[in-house]
């Protein structure tokens, strides 16, 4: 299992998980694999060419947690702005301007419904991911007098 580069697939949306398996606990499993491989700070399924919602974080304490079906109930009003990659798109660095929290819900890996707030660097990687899952990408957030400075630089 490699990383996807295909921005063509990666702007897909994914689709919920439906049921928690031996497949889904398998992509898991594989996209731990993946995650440490490259010592990610977060993964989406569709960066792996699986287009479900499911991503994975890595929490400061280095644990990796599957986030399956992630919805953000709650942003935070203060935002700031702080340098993202992407596996996905290794060349790129964009300063994307991010709520400092968020409140989530998610289904863990046995299928309980699980709320919590997260702030600061965890928040932003859930939010990169979840944007993955959308079908977004760090690029889009690139100002269009950035954009305009990349092609006549």
């Known amino acids: 299992m490699e990383v996807r580069k295909d921005l063509k697939f990666?702007?897909?949306?994914?689709?919920?998980?439906?049921?928690?398996?031996?497949?889904?606990?398998?992509?898991?499993?594989?996209?731990?694999?993946?995650?440490?491989?490259?010592?990610?700070?977060?993964?989406?399924?569709?960066q792996v060419?699986?287009?479900?919602?499911?991503?994975?974080?890595?929490f400061e304490d280095n644990e990796i947690v599957p986030f399956i079906n992630p919805?953000?109930?709650?942003?935070?009003?203060?935002?700031?702005?702080?340098?993202e990659g992407c596996l996905?798109?290794?060349d790129q660095l964009v300063n994307v301007k991010r709520p400092t929290y968020v409140r989530v819900r998610f289904l863990d890996i046995e299928g309980n419904t699980i709320e919590c707030d997260l702030e600061g660097l965890e928040a932003r990687i859930i939010q990169h991911e979840i944007d993955h899952l959308n079908g977004t990408?760090?690029?889009?957030?690139?100002s269009l007098v950035d954009k305009i400075k990349k092609i006549f630089n």
Do not use: F, N, T
């Not at 928690?20 to 606990?25: A, L, W």
């Not at 060419?49 to 890595?58: E, T």
């Not at 919805?71 to 340098?83: A, M, N």
């Open 71 to 83: 919805i953000i109930l709650e942003r935070g009003s203060e935002k700031d702005i702080v340098e």
């Open 88 to 90: 996905s798109l290794p």
């Open 49 to 58: 060419g699986v287009l479900k919602r499911l991503v994975l974080v890595r």
């Open 10 to 46: 990666l702007r897909q949306k994914s689709e919920p998980v439906l049921e928690i398996d031996g497949s889904i606990r398998d992509l898991v499993d594989q996209m731990v694999d993946v995650i440490d491989l490259e010592r990610g700070a977060g993964l989406a399924a569709p």
């Open 137 to 142: 990408l760090i690029i889009d957030y690139i």
